[in-house]
Nanobody, 120 residues
Framework: QVQLVESGGGLVQAGGSLRLSCAASGRARSGYGMGWFRQAPGKEREFVAVITWSGSRSYYADSVKGRFTISRDNAKNTVFLTMNSLKPEDTAVYYC?????????????WGQGTQVTVSS
């Protein structure tokens, strides 16, 4: 089992920045990629970003490309999502997950989520 705990969410004005963290514990399988998804009220959960185990490759949704950066520190079992130039449409609950791919069903473990609210 792998436990994931997100932190760093909050309320920010449009144009501002936030840095989300996801701490992993438990029996993490070596080779797991880590992804971030988000879900806004009334909408389906959507892919945001993913990073490979080594951190050498990362992929982003078009809606966040150039504004968000995913990174990881394997020594601390932590993944980060740095979000800049935030927009009101970025408002959602953000989830980290262990797996690899663009679809939620490609991930084995999920955190409980952290709320990000961007005011206009």
């Amino acid at each position: 089992q792998v436990q994931l705990v997100e932190s760093g969410g909050g309320l920010v004005q449009a144009g501002g920045s936030l840095r989300l963290s996801c701490a992993a514990s438990g029996r993490a399988r070596s080779g797991y990629g880590m992804g971030w998804f988000r879900q806004a009220p009334g909408k389906e959960r959507e892919f945001v970003a993913v990073i490979t185990w080594s951190g050498s490759r990362s992929y982003y949704a078009d809606s966040v490309k150039g504004r968000f950066t995913i990174s990881r520190d394997n020594a601390k079992n932590t993944v980060f999502l740095t979000m800049n130039s935030l927009k009101p449409e970025d408002t959602a609950v953000y989830y980290c997950a262990a797996g690899l791919g663009y679809s939620a069903n490609q991930y084995d473990y999920w955190g409980q989520g952290t709320q990000v609210t961007v005011s206009s």
